[in-house]
Each structure stands twice: as structure tokens, then as C-alpha cells.
């Protein structure tokens, strides 16, 4: 056997022919084929004065294109209202904000068109919500299309989760109504515990979803460069940079928390803000 090979795990193997199979479906469907990254990306170490320039080129995206990308962001509002329907069935209410905080961790996949228009824009290419549809004919379709099931996979445990920790406490029976529910979750030890218990496992699934995803899929639309070793560079990015990227996710959470209120209109600015910032994000932590 040849000194340092490393030897893949079957949940390795599986996932890097997943994904090069994913890639193959994006050049099937009309994508352009480009070279494979030879070189493994370069890890930045960054600080809080990048996540601040971060935020102020995604300013300078959002207002470059505003009528476009407004008309983008209101599909989130739209989005989290549609759950919150779902939700208004008595058996899930307690679902109800399980599944409005939880479609934060669908949020790398919801705005991968963002991240296209911010490419196009520092390319000097045209860039409008119809430019932002090319990511359906970028190579990289099928790896971004399994990102997505991994993220919707963590979304689904979530609320797996979510439903444990309230039979744990306030159930199993369904609460009576929406006014009852709300009294035992702020009047009650159970409901309490609940709120606690729910913030601190719920935290641990967002943690997880940025570790896996903050440069993942900017990378894969970037470079030709497998699901496996994207979700790599990922890890990394946060191994070299854990109280940098920490405060970068507590500044998503409290956007998140501010474009909820009122009734999620807010999201049509924050999503497309916190997307362009996310892209010009993993600008300055990966380079060639």
C-alpha cells in the first residue's frame, strides 16, 4: 500500500461518487464543462473587520440591483408563511416556529441565486434575477443540488427533534388551541423548559449547518470542485476561523430574529443583504 494514502470510510466513498454522479446530472441538463481544481483551496484566516467589509460589499450588491433582487427576497417571506400555514394545523402548531427557525438552515440553498448575481456582478457580467437563473446551467447544479438534500435531511431532523423535546415537555396531546398553547409554553415550567432546551439543541443544528455550509456552495459554483471536497474546505474554514464565524452566525440569527418581525416582511431585504454578504464572505476566506 502507498505511504500516506488515505483510506476513504464508506460514508466518504458514497458521498464523493454521490456528488461527481450529482455533477454529471448539471452537465446533462446543458451545463458547460469546465477543468477540475486541481489545487485544494486556500483557508484564510479572517476577522471581525471582514465580516464588516462582508456586510458592507453585500450593501453595495443589494443596492446595485434592488428592484431584482427585492423581487427575489420576496419569495422568503412567502416562503415561511407558507410553513406557518402548514403549521396552523392544531396537531403541529407546536411546529410552528421549529419550522419558521429551521428554514434558516435551508438558507445556503435558497440563495444560491443571490450568490450568482453577486458573481456576475464582480465579473462585470449583467446581472438580474434572469442572470441569477444560471445557476441552472452551471456545472456545479448537481453537487448544489445535493448540498440541498443535506441540508433539507438536517431540516428534516430538526423538526424530528423539535417534536421530541415538546412531547417531552408540553405533550404528547396537541395543545387546544393557539392562545392555550402560547399561555403553557410562557406560564409553565414545562413551556420553559421547552424554550431552553429547544434554543440550545436548535443552536446546535445551526451550528452544524454553517460549518458544512458557509463557503460550500459559493465554492461549487466558483470552481470545478467535488461535493466531498467543498464540504472540506467548509470545515476547515470554520476549524481556522471557530470565534470569527461564531460571530458571523450570531449576526444571521439576529437578522434573522429582526426581518421575522412583523409577519416575516422583513426577509425581503435581510435573505438577499445576508446572501450577497455571504458570498463576498467566502471571498475573503478562501482564495487559489
Not at 465554492?219 to 467548509?234: E, K, M, N, P, T
Amino acid at each position: 500500500m502507498a505511504e500516506g494514502r488515505h483510506i476513504e470510510n464508506p460514508f466518504e466513498y458514497a458521498l464523493e461518487k454521490t456528488s461527481w454522479a450529482l455533477r454529471d446530472t448539471g452537465r446533462m441538463l446543458g451545463a458547460e464543462r469546465r477543468p477540475r481544481t486541481a489545487a485544494a483551496p486556500t483557508v484564510n484566516r479572517i476577522t471581525a473587520a471582514d465580516l464588516r467589509a462582508a456586510l458592507r460589499e453585500g450593501m453595495a450588491d443589494l443596492g446595485a440591483a434592488r428592484a431584482d433582487i427585492v423581487f427575489i427576497g420576496v419569495i422568503y417571506p412567502l416562503a415561511g408563511l407558507l410553513l406557518l400555514q402548514v403549521a396552523a394545523n392544531r396537531n403541529l402548531l407546536p411546529l410552528a416556529f421549529p419550522l419558521v427557525s429551521g428554514f434558516a438552515l435551508l438558507g445556503p440553498l435558497a440563495a444560491v441565486g443571490l450568490y450568482e448575481i453577486s458573481r456576475r456582478r464582480e465579473r462585470g457580467e449583467p446581472a438580474s434575477w434572469r442572470d441569477a437563473a444560471g445557476v441552472l446551467s452551471s456545472p456545479a447544479l448537481g453537487s448544489i443540488l445535493g448540498m440541498g438534500l443535506i441540508l433539507l435531511a438536517l431540516f428534516g431532523v430538526w423538526l424530528a427533534a423539535a417534536w421530541a423535546i415538546y412531547n417531552a415537555t408540553l405533550g404528547p396531546e396537541p395543545p387546544a388551541s393557539a392562545g392555550a398553547f402560547l399561555s403553557d409554553v410562557f406560564s409553565t415550567p414545562a413551556g420553559w423548559t421547552m424554550i431552553v432546551v429547544g434554543c440550545a439543541v436548535g443552536a446546535v443544528f445551526a451550528a452544524v449547518a454553517l460549518a458544512v455550509s458557509i463557503v460550500t456552495i459559493p465554492l461549487l459554483l466558483d470552481r470545478d470542485i467535488s461535493l466531498l471536497r467543498a464540504i472540506g474546505v467548509s470545515l476547515k474554514a470554520v476549524r481556522e476561523n471557530p470565534t470569527t464565524l461564531a460571530m458571523w452566525g450570531l449576526i444571521v440569527a439576529s437578522a434573522l430574529v429582526l426581518g421575522s418581525v412583523p409577519v416575516l416582511v422583513g426577509l425581503i431585504v435581510v435573505m438577499p443583504l445576508l446572501g450577497h454578504a455571504t458570498w463576498r464572505l467566502y471571498r475573503r476566506l478562501v482564495s487559489s
